[in-house]
């Protein structure tokens, strides 16, 4: 499971294939992923603003910038952790 930590927050996430929303034929690649944000520091934190960026295996990119995540914009005080499940559809 892929993690970083910044200034006291963890990042952790989860990815799968979901072949069952999926279409290989018309390059349409069905994925699932779980993040968990975990405040190992000691002071409180807020995820206010997200930015992804998204490389397929032919390396087209795709900027994913916004408010919050999942319409939320989670407080967590230290030893607090937040997870959360969305999707990303890939061409290859």
């Known amino acids: 499971m892929p993690e970083t930590v910044t200034e006291g ?6 990815t799968a294939f979901v072949p069952e929303r999926s279409n290989p034929r018309d390059n349409y690649y069905f994925f699932a992923y779980e993040v968990t944000i ?4 000691g002071e409180p934190a807020q995820l206010v603003t997200r ?6 295996a032919e390396g087209h990119v795709e900027e994913v910038v ?3 995540v999942v319409g939320e914009t989670p407080y967590l005080a230290p030893g607090e952790s937040f997870t959360y499940t969305s999707f990303c559809p890939l061409r290859t």
């Open 9 to 14: 927050v963890r990042i952790s996430v989860r």
């Open 66 to 68: 916004g408010e919050g």
């Open 38 to 41: 975990s405040n190992e520091g």
């Open 51 to 56: 930015h992804w960026i998204i490389t397929d």
